[in-house]
Each structure stands twice: as C-alpha cells, then as structure tokens.
C-alpha cells in the first residue's frame, strides 16, 4: 500500500484533525512516511489565520511540485484544510500539479479520494462542499505512534463558529457551529482512557459554546459544563483541559466548575484580542475590559494559582496609540502567564479588512515589540516564583532535544523537564523545581519521590 507523509500548519484543531486523518489511512493499509521524500503521497494541512501561514504553504507545495517533477513523478500532491475551504479549485488553477483539495468538511473522505486518484479513476479532486454530520467523523486517534500521545490526546467536540469576529476567517472557512454529541464525546473519551490516555484536551474553535443550539441549561449549567461532568466522570482519567474558550462563555457555572471538578486542571487560554472597550466593539468581541477582569477575578478566587494565557491582535484597524495603552494596561493588570501576540493581518471577505485607518506595518510591528517585552517580563517574573515548589506534572516523554531528559507538564500547563527514564512515562509524579529555563521549568523528581 502507498505511504503518505502529511505536514500542518496552525492550531491543535489542525493537529487533531491530520492525526485523524493519518488514523483512518493506517486503517485502511497506508503506511505513514517518515520524510516526504520517502512518501507516495504528501498532504499539506492549511492554515487561513493569517497571511502567513496561507503563504508558508503555498511556498511549500511549489517547491514539493517543483521536487516532484524532478525526482518523483509519481507522487500524488494534496492541499487539506482551511485554505483548501477557502479558495477551493482556485489553489489547482495556480498550480496544476496538484492533485487534491479537501475541505474542512471532508477529512475523513481522504482515503476514498486517493483510492480513486491511485487506481486512475479520477485524475484531480476538488471537495469543498458542506457535509452533515461531519463534525462527528474526528474521532480516529493514533496512539501507537510518537510515545507522548498516548498519554494525553485531543478530542474534537465541535466544529464551526458563529461569532464573526471582524478580523476573523475561521467562520468562512469552518462554517457554522456543529457540536458532538454527549454520549458520542464520552465514548470516545472513554476508549482513549482504556488505551492508556491520562489527560484529554477537548477542542473546538468555541467550546464554550458547545452543543448551545441542542442542549438547554440544566440546573444553571451550559451544554459545555455538562459535558465537563460527564468527562469528569470517567475512571482512570486524570486530566481534563479544553480549548479555545471564548470570553462570553464564562458564566458561574464554568468558574464553579474549577472549584467543582478535581480533574479539570487550572489553567485557561482566555483570548482577549484588545484592552480598549472600542476596540473590542469593532472587533465584535461580545465583552468589556471590565467583563474580562471579572472573570479573571472569579477564576483566581475558583482555583487560586490558575495558568492564564491569551492571544492579542496589535495593529487593528484604527486602533490608536490610546488603544494600545488600553491593551499593555490590561496585561500588567492581568499579569497573563503567556500571551500569544499576533500583529493584525487582514483576511478576505472580513469585515475589518474593508475598515479605514488600516494601521502602517512598522507601526503594527513597533506594538508587537513592546507587547512584547512586557508580556515576556511578566512571564519570566511568574516562572521564577515556582523555584522551590513543588508541582504534580504529568510525564509526557523524553524530551525531543536531549533524549536523557524528560518532559511533563503542571496542572497549568507548563513544561517541565527532569532527569528521567521511561519507567516515569505516563506517571503522575511530583517534582520540585529547581531553576528556569525560557519558557520552561527544571525539576527534580529525587527529593520529594523517595
Ligand atoms: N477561537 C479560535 C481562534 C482562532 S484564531 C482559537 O483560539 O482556536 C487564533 C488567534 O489568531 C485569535 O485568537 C487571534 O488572536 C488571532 N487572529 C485571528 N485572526 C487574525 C487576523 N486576521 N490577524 C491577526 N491575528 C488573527
Ligand atoms: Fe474567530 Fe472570533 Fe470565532 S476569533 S474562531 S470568530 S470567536
């Protein structure tokens, strides 16, 4: 059977879903390719975030097509994803080479699709079309794979976004919101747990407002808390995360749900975009500054010590020196974990693209360093307080850099490395940190596990 070698771009959501996808090709004979060189077929899995990302993968397949000309005429060239969603037949007129150009609603349609292309039966292949029901076809995992994913998997719960945020793509290129079912997330949940999994992420580009339109509030909670209970409640599970939430989903019910729920660990990836009420409102971000340290305040009461990251948009259209103050103001305020800062890149058919006062590039670039510097320093401020403490981290694996270390993680969510061996793999061990690193912590497992 052929070999495929798939590459992606972007968020865990893209991760999951390529993981998925190789899943359903092992099953039906495909062997997966350690290098692309070595493969029959090579998928890339796009990005649309941002131009970047759209332009890294482009660049990519004319190099893959210019290779395979060369050296492997054989070889069946794929776009999956979110770019794929987004410009369709579009991305084949550009370059006739390639082969395939899968949509977002049609993963698990791959394998069907390079039969036909393999056995001769189609030469090109173009799905971008709305499919029913496709939010519940992520639910393949390979776990024999690479060491670290069995221990911790994804779980894909929804699919789509209705917030249209005016700078963001992601509702044009995954569609409206499609949750999962309960008892569908649960059991795949709980299958994982019996092959070995400790900890599950479940994701979605909206989870707080997960299976919203089909489950009412029952007792004051969310479809979404729900759904943490009933995760919670599956034996041999020991760590539940999720992401990405949004702001206006964090009702009572989910702060109670951290004091509530031992397993579900204290750490949250709250986006937050901008400090200024104006510009929140532009964006159509649906809340406040003073909304936002509301709920940064009920959390820290929930589970003092919680991890608190988030992403920010700097550049924005029409956004103000005043603005950006408004935005630096908020993080000393917040004293963020880690921040993800992203400097604003206008997307197709967005209404923030079309937006006057479109912010000059060196001026987007200058809010990016300064952002910057501060989140970094409160962050390394915040890494040094857990010298001499001592944390319960999961064991994930050998580290990929110095395979004598391992590396786990903390109930919020940050890395830890230790002199370890893989009788540690998959234990929930405690360790006391000894020094930092940038953006990791060194610990020492000998003094508190005698
Ligand atoms: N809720 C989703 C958001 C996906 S986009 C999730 O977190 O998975 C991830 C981040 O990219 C957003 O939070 C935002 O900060 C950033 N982003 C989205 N569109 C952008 C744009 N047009 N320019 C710059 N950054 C953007
Ligand atoms: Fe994008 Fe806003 Fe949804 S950032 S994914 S439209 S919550």
């Given at each position: 059977m052929p070999s495929v070698f798939i590459k992606t771009y972007g968020c865990q959501m893209n991760e999951r879903d390529s993981e998925a996808v190789a899943a359903q090709l092992v099953a039906k004979g495909y062997s997966l390719a350690k290098t692309e060189s070595a493969a029959d077929v090579i998928l890339?899995?796009?990005?649309?975030?941002?131009?970047l990302a759209e332009q890294k993968a482009m660049n990519k397949m004319k190099n893959l097509v210019g290779t395979a000309k060369k050296d492997r005429p054989n070889q069946i060239l794929g776009y999956m994803g979110c770019m794929a969603q987004s410009r369709g037949k579009e991305l084949i007129e550009k370059l006739p080479d390639v082969d395939l150009v899968?949509?977002?609603q049609k993963f698990h349609r791959t394998a069907d699709y390079l039969d036909e292309i393999l056995s001769g039966k189609r030469e090109k292949i173009v799905d971008v079309a709305a499919e029913e029901k496709s939010e519940a076809t992520i639910r393949e995992h390979l776990l024999n794979g690479s060491a670290k994913t069995s221990v911790s998997a994804f779980v894909s719960i929804m699919q789509g976004c209705n917030q249209y945020c005016t700078f963001c793509i992601v509702p044009y290129t995954r569609g409206e919101e499609r949750s999962r079912t309960i008892p569908d997330i649960v059991n795949e949940c709980r299958e994982l747990v019996a092959r070995g999994v400790r900890e599950i992420t479940l994701l979605g580009q909206i989870v707080t407002s997960f299976g919203k339109r089909d489950l009412p509030a029952l007792d004051g909670k969310s479809a979404f808390v729900q759904l943490l209970d009933a995760v919670h409640e599956i034996e041999g599970l020991e760590r539940i995360r999720f992401t990405s939430p949004h702001p206006k989903g964090y009702g009572?019910?989910?702060?109670?749900?951290?004091a509530r729920l031992p397993k579900l660990c204290e750490s949250a990836h709250i986006p937050l975009q901008s400090g200024s009420d104006r510009l929140l409102k532009l964006m159509h971000r649906g809340y406040t500054r003073e909304r936002f340290l509301t709920i940064i305040k009920k959390l820290r009461a929930a589970k003092p010590g919680i991890g608190i990251t988030t992403d920010i948009i700097v550049g924005f259209p029409g956004e103000t020196e005043e603005d950006f103050e408004q935005t630096l103001s908020l993080c000393r305020e917040v004293e963020f974990d880690n921040a993800?800062?992203?400097?604003y890149s206008p997307r197709r058919d967005t209404p923030a693209a079309d937006m006057p006062d479109q912010v000059p590039q060196e001026i987007r670039e200058e809010r990016n360093h300064r952002l910057l510097d501060l989140i970094n320093e409160i962050a390394a401020r915040k890494y040094d307080d857990f010298i001499g403490r001592q944390v319960q981290i999961l064991v994930e694996g050998p580290s990929?850099?110095?395979?004598?270390?391992?590396?786990?993680?903390?109930?919020?969510?940050?890395?830890?490395?230790?002199?370890?061996?893989?009788?540690?793999?998959?234990?929930?061990?405690?360790?006391k940190i000894e020094r930092t690193g940038s953006f990791t912590l060194y610990g020492d497992p000998a003094v508190v596990n005698l």
């Open positions: 890339l899995n796009t990005c649309s975030v941002r131009d899968i949509g977002t009572d019910d989910l702060a109670e749900a951290y993800y800062i992203f400097k990929k850099k110095n395979a004598a270390r391992y590396t786990g993680r903390t109930r919020c969510n940050r890395i830890v490395l230790f002199d370890g061996s893989s009788r540690h793999q998959g234990q929930l061990m405690d360790v």
